[in-house]
């Protein structure tokens, strides 16, 4: 007999109580050949449906012949089962009585009492006098008259095609009716809209000649006029090509956050070039890999950090070459919309990063749709904030420079920091930004002037999983994308959670909202057809805003670029992203997870897979695994288990520098588990049974020693509040013992709200135990 499962049933409320008296009731036409077999083919029905709609296969369908009693069947029912299966399953199953009590509830029933008493199921058939009809009746607390009617649409739809097509197969079923079908396929995307002629470099050029003088970068210490902006360009456009870089080359650009990173992509721009984007905080091995993959015909970057850069190609630094010496005559290589604009890395679930190719095309259309969708203009204050390393820059700031705002880029100090960043915000009058989730859910829960500049916050990296409070004055704007097809979803989750109101907000997590302009999204299932609402299956996008594929792969590239089955005439190609989704009865979409093995680690993009391949190379490792866990604080922590060789164990210190010379420090696990790992009874690692990681005090390079003094013990109880681990000693490192970036801002405020000192970022980097902080803040109190 089957065990009923606690999945929901799609479009389901999640009920506090019993289901109620009151019902959805919907009258269903019986089938001639069902007449003679009412109840088997009621109960082939609802198996075949909940199965359809859940992927369930051992169910538990339930019968009530009088108000309060039921009994219950266990049905089997796959894809493959043809109807004629199913049905002579039911029959030979017959009720052998078994109650559905509280651990067996059925997922759906047939009844023939006809009470007005408590629903036996969710889903239930009512079997009429004989008159040719079912009434299926769903309580309304758990669905709503929308759900409802889908489902009974659907539930007939079942039975005539069971009894249609004795020898067609569950799987092949067409739930969805052509009215349907129209809608998810042509209304939802009906997306199409004009796009600027002029590429994104060209439309700087023409703010350069119409206001000159206007401010198009703003930093610390440097403020570019769009004169000084585009001359600057055009001064190493022909340095670069006095160097002979062509059209089509691939141009390696290391920088940090700054106008010299934006002055290089623009001459890259102006050649027709690809630029290489290259994070300088990362590894020197991974940079080095990148310009050797991508074949970089030369590198940009700043003398500090040329030692990672060189030896691969030739290396322009921008901060000591003479290139400034050049003329500022324009230059304006002819691109199309199918040239490369950038090469993105994105992690590799081989062990190694790929490149992702974005076009022209796809980055023109992505910049008009951010700036459409913001509604920026000349006036705009927007920012860069995020990692340079990644093609973020097409959405957060090449908006607002193509429409001639000004962008923005604060210190380091300050990006880390909710409350910097808000302090920023309000003093440079920014009107527009781009957050990461987890930063962008800290800013929203700060109290906020009426009157603030701030008109909204797209937000990006991972799956939004709470609703921002009512009554802010700026909108927040769930961004969905990838680099494989840019930014293709997007939703003004502020209007959405006050049009819902605290009851529909409490059902619901924030969707990705609807295609941006020129996009087509599909949720598919595993035959490429398009799913009802409710229904989970993979997200697939077709569009002008999909890249050209992964450079040098052509196998993976073959992969998730396919041919589209959907609208082939219009759109020949279409992305699998991997996610899991569905659809919203208004067409809107909501994530809710990855068919593969990725995840979102502050807002990057991440194969579990890589640090693992990573981890199995170094000494002494024979086996790895990596899961990614939430924190006390709601962020995501990765956490490494490790089977060791034979012999001595490796320890978590030489694991940890191992990991940091060849991954970018996001990707490093925050936490270690060393000993045997379980595994299933096919031998693979049971990924379910890995354990919690501990609180205890990792290995580190240092002894143990306990804090002394009240200055000492309060920091030492702060330090183990923000890294969640007992045990630490004063002269830890902060970041030995698994600490970040975000760890280290939660930090710092934590002290300046016990203290009332006013710790920088950079403080704990220089100053990383308890100790040093403790006489640090000691001093500054003093002082």
Not at 155 to 182: C, F, K, M, N, S
Not at 263 to 282: E, G, N, P, W
Request: proline letters at 7%; one cysteine or more.
């Amino acid at each position: 007999m089957a065990v009923n499962t606690s999945s929901t049933l799609p479009l389901a409320r999640v009920l506090d109580g019993a289901r109620t008296a009151a019902q959805h009731r919907h009258t269903l036409t019986v089938p001639e050949p069902a007449a003679s077999r009412p109840e088997e083919y009621a109960v082939a029905a609802l198996a075949a449906l909940v199965h359809r709609y859940t992927g369930e296969t051992e169910l538990l369908i339930g019968r009530q012949r009088q108000p309060d009693s039921a009994e219950a069947v266990g049905i089997r029912v796959a894809g493959d089962t043809t109807a004629e299966q199913l049905l002579e399953s039911v029959a030979q199953a017959g009720f052998p009585g078994c109650a559905a009590d509280a651990g067996r509830l059925p997922h759906a029933a047939v009844t023939t009492a006809d009470g007005s008493g408590r629903a036996p199921a969710a889903l239930t058939l009512f079997l009429g006098p004989g008159d040719g009809t079912f009434e299926l009746r769903m309580d309304s607390a758990e669905f709503d008259e929308q759900a409802a009617v889908q489902y009974a649409r659907h539930v007939q739809r079942v039975l005539d095609a069971l009894a249609a097509a004795p020898q067609g197969t569950v799987r092949d079923i067409a739930l969805l009716t052509d009215e349907e079908t129209h809608r998810t396929l042509v209304e939802w995307n009906d997306t199409e809209g004009p796009v600027p002629e002029a590429f994104f470099h060209e439309r700087v050029a023409e703010h350069a000649r119409r206001t000159p003088d206007a401010l198009a970068v703003v930093l610390p210490g440097v403020r570019l006029t769009y004169r000084e902006l585009d001359d600057r360009a055009n001064q190493l456009a022909h340095r670069l090509a006095a160097r002979r870089v062509r059209p089509g080359d691939r141009v390696g650009v290391c920088f940090p956050r700054g106008a010299e990173s934006l002055i290089a992509q623009l001459a890259c721009f102006k050649l027709a070039c690809a630029a290489i984007l290259l994070d300088s905080d990362f590894p020197a091995e991974r940079i080095r890999f990148m310009i050797e993959d991508a074949s970089a015909v030369a590198v940009l970057t700043l003398a500090e950090h040329e030692p990672k850069v060189e030896g691969l190609a030739p290396v322009l630094a921008l901060d000591t070459d003479d290139w400034r010496e050049e003329p500022a005559t324009e230059v304006s290589e002819p691109v199309g919309p199918d040239d490369l604009i950038h090469i993105c890395y994105t992690s590799g679930s081989t062990g190694a990063p790929k490149a992702v190719m974005v076009r022209f095309g796809a980055a023109r259309n992505l910049i008009h749709s951010m700036s459409e969708l913001c509604g920026m203009d000349s006036a705009s204050q927007g920012t860069w904030l995020a990692a340079p390393g990644y093609g973020m820059i097409e959405v957060e700031c090449f908006p607002v420079l193509a429409v001639g705002g000004t962008v923005h880029i604060p210190d380091v100090s300050v990006v880390a920091s909710e409350y910097r960043l808000q302090e920023w915000f309000l003093r440079e009058g920014i009107t527009t930004t781009l957050l990461m989730k987890p930063m962008a859910e800290r800013l929203w829960r700060l109290e906020w002037p009426q009157d603030a500049p701030l008109e909204n916050i797209r937000v990006c990296g991972e799956r939004i999983q709470s609703w921002p409070p009512a009554g802010l004055p700026f909108r927040l704007i769930n961004l969905y994308g990838s680099a494989e097809a840019t930014v293709v979803a997007a939703c003004d989750i502020s209007e959405l959670g006050e049009r819902l109101g605290e009851e529909g907000r409490a059902r619901r997590l924030p969707p990705i909202g609807r295609p941006t302009t020129n996009v087509t999204i599909y949720v598919l299932d595993e035959e490429f057809r398009p799913l009802p609402p409710g229904l989970v299956g993979e997200l697939c996008i077709a569009g002008v805003s999909l890249s050209a594929g992964y450079l040098g792969r052509p196998e993976a590239t073959a992969e998730k670029w396919i041919t589209n089955p959907i609208d082939p005439a219009r759109h020949p190609v279409m992305y699998r992203t991997g996610d899991l989704a569905r659809y919203w009865p208004d067409g809107s979409i909501e994530i809710v997870g990855r068919t593969d093995n990725q995840v979102k680690v502050r807002g990057n993009r991440v194969h579990l897979g890589e640090i693992e391949v990573v981890l199995t190379t170094l000494p002494g490792v024979q086996q790895a695994a990596v899961l990614a866990r939430q924190d006390g604080q709601g962020d995501v922590q990765l956490t490494a288990y490790i089977e060791p060789d034979a012999g001595a164990a490796p320890s978590v210190r030489d694991i940890r520098r191992g990991l940091g010379r060849r991954l970018p420090a996001f990707m490093v696990p925050a936490a270690y588990v060393i000993g045997g790992l379980p595994t299933t009874t096919n031998g693979k690692i049971d990924r379910t049974a890995l354990p919690e990681p501990p609180r205890s005090r990792p290995e580190v390079d240092t002894a143990y020693q306990a804090p002394s003094g009240a200055l000492e013990e309060s920091l030492h109880g702060l330090w183990a509040k923000v890294l969640e681990l007992d045990g630490v000693g004063v002269l830890d490192n902060f970041f030995d013992l698994g600490g970040d970036s975000l760890r280290a801002a939660r930090l710092t405020e934590l002290v300046r709200e016990r203290h009332g000192v006013e710790l920088e970022l950079v403080d704990l980097f220089d100053e990383p135990t308890v100790q040093k902080m403790a006489a640090l803040v000691a001093r500054t109190a003093a002082g």
